[in-house]
């Protein structure tokens, strides 16, 4: 079964790599040709190994345990104990509730966060806050785990075919490796303060509030640290150089008046090796895009950019997804990076930790108030160079 997966997706990278052929030379080009004949290939081994495997004894499969159902009334019991967990995590007060709970803290029973604060809210956040950490090279470390990785990766971007001349050899070429090592800062979203009275009065949905709103301050931070290596406060992070340093300035534009043009888009696109286009992506921040979208036209005034189909989905310029980064350079600030295309998996690492809760247990007691702090780990470092190609504005 593990062959028939490894062979799947072997035939699956074939096929994008087929498909990025065909747009670009057509359906006779010897490139696309030669993958779809490979693709064949791997179908042929595919159909040989379930030819077999259905000629093999069947072993009983297991029996799957039904999943709980649980009612509208059931949810709701649900939800009211998992906030009433909260509540008492918050205040210090022992629960017993382990329903909710993988572990208990030992001293004093209190309840641990819930699972679903770290869980599907945080992944949603950056999805719409800092969406680059969808295609950035991603490691997330364990819980505790804070140790310096070493991130390896190869350069074979320059290498192609020699001829053999008859009785000739053949020259030694070995592909370029290289490391990098990754440390990480320790950041937080800032202090989170209420009072006890507001815990125990309010009849709203304490998890979700507190899950969504440090969330969201850890999406724009994620972003603003990976783009350009400063925190919210504008602090450099010693461990996080920013892909505005670490990509190549392509170009820069005739006049800060002059914003970025269809001109630029181009020339910016030619700079960038082929090798890295399969992967390659935009990155803007949502006011260049719409000025873009206004001012770069075709021949019968229609946008270049083709739309998302979908309500979240991406736009697509020149074939390659257009990512909003709101911490780039907006159009009119000098000397800003205000376009990057690339590829982040080749040209960027990030290495990140769970969110983490600190709960100030007794420092608000005196005035029936409690505090967390949610905290996270994040370090990153460029990779591949050239991966990553930017426009920058003019001075003036």
């Not at 999805?127 to 680059?132: D, M, R, S, V």
């Amino acid at each position: 079964m593990n062959k028939l997966i490894q062979l799947n997706t072997q035939k699956t990278d074939i096929l994008h790599r087929a498909q990025v052929a065909l747009d670009a030379h057509g359906a006779k080009s010897p490139q696309y040709k030669s993958l779809v004949a490979e693709a064949e290939i791997v179908q042929g081994d595919i159909d040989m190994l379930n030819q077999i495997e259905r000629s093999l004894p069947k072993e009983a499969a297991p029996i799957a345990a039904p999943a709980p159902v649980l009612t509208g009334d059931e949810k709701q019991i649900r939800r009211a104990k998992l906030n009433a967990a909260w509540r008492s995590f918050l205040t210090n007060r022992p629960d017993h509730s382990a329903e909710f709970r993988d572990l208990l803290t030992s001293d004093g029973g209190s309840a641990l966060v819930p699972q679903e604060f770290a869980g599907g809210v945080l992944a949603q956040a950056l999805k719409y806050y800092a969406p680059l950490t969808n295609y950035v090279r991603t490691k997330w470390l364990g819980p505790g785990q804070g140790m310096v990785v070493k991130v390896p990766f190869g350069t074979d971007t320059s290498v192609g075919l020699t001829l053999i001349t008859e009785g000739g050899s053949v020259a030694e070429v070995d592909p370029a490796f290289s490391s990098a090592t990754v440390g990480n800062d320790d950041l937080s979203a800032g202090t989170i303060k209420f009072s006890w009275n507001l815990l125990n009065d309010s009849n709203f949905d304490l998890e979700v509030l507190l899950t969504e709103l440090a969330s969201i301050r850890l999406g724009r931070g994620y972003e603003a640290i990976l783009t350009n290596g400063l925190d919210s406060a504008g602090t450099a992070t010693p461990h996080n150089p920013g892909i505005v340093n670490v990509a190549e300035v392509a170009l820069t534009t005739s006049s800060l008046a002059s914003n970025v043009s269809l001109t630029n888009l181009f020339n910016l696109f030619d700079a960038l090796d082929p090798a890295y286009l399969p992967r390659a992506v935009w990155m803007m921040t949502s006011k260049t895009r719409n000025n873009l979208i206004r001012t770069q036209l075709d021949t019968t005034n229609r946008s270049l950019f083709i739309p998302s189909p979908t309500v979240d989905g991406v736009d697509m310029l020149l074939g390659k997804p257009v990512v909003i980064n709101q911490s780039l350079a907006q159009l009119g600030t000098a000397n800003g990076i205000a376009v990057v295309l690339g590829s982040l998996y080749d040209g960027y690492q990030m290495v990140g930790s769970p969110l983490r809760i600190q709960n100030l247990r007794e420092r608000y007691a005196d005035t029936l108030e409690s505090a967390i702090i949610p905290t996270t780990r994040v370090g990153s470092t460029g990779l591949a160079p050239g991966a990553l190609q930017s426009i920058k504005l003019a001075a003036s």
